[in-house]
């Protein structure tokens, strides 16, 4: 079976991330990854980006597309909105190898609906190319997770039906929301990066945390939407195979190939055979 991550990270090599991709068994480097995803059958990625919005900081492997990134970037000096941003963000949606945007509504604590997002939605539909959001919980405590409550997403999606968007970590851990707005919106789709953290032995974790699972295959199966539904790791947070095994099991088998490989290659427009 063919595999695509449709949400991973490339951070630079330093002794936070160096240490974040050791603690699960892999090295922080392009070259490991490429090596691991010739073993599981990982046959593409998606970055999701990090760095600034200078088109020379997103040159990546033919290994990997990239989204564009609106975290911290999005605020200059954490003050004002930047001037050009839409022009900035055209420049990277002209680009074959960027297949979308990211935003971290969470993290800048904007509103989705907030008119400084209007031309980006406008820019993504005319390109046909996905806006990925981060839903649910962040990493960081000082984000306000209102602005990432799967509800907020289903304002602006409602509103721009030509716009295709990604509910990243399927909302988690606001499950319930998330699979409505999945289910609501037929310009929604959603990943499951991101739903656990660290190593795991597969067996005794869906023991332990038998009521999470329960939830995550009940509200996956109770919207019956597998043609919306895409692998994604966040590496570097988990061991790839180990995530691969887990999302197995929250996953009916005859929907493996749309759910690792089909379903991305469509949204995201990759063009893969």
Known sequence: MKIIDAHLHLFPRDTRTDAMARAVGHENSTEHLAQVYRELNIVHGVVMGNRSLDVSD??????????????SVLM???GRVIPDLADQIEAHLKRECCCGVKLYPGYNKIWLSDPVYEPIYQLAARYEKPVAVHMGLTAFARAHLKYCHPLALDEVAADHRRTR??????????????????????????DLSGLLEGRFHLEQYLQEQAGYVSLLRAWLTAIVQWDDILYGTDWPIVNLAEYIGFIQALTPEP????????NANRVYGLGLA
């Open 58 to 71: 997103h040159q990546y492997p033919d290994l990997f597309h990239y989204c564009v990134g609106l975290d």
């Open 165 to 190: 968007f990604v509910m990243c970590h399927f909302g988690n851990p606001f499950l319930e929301a998330a699979a409505a707005v999945v289910e609501k919106n037929p310009n929604v789709a959603a």
């Open 76 to 78: 200059d000096g954490g």
């Open 255 to 262: 929907c493996w190939e749309k759910v690792f490989f089909q």
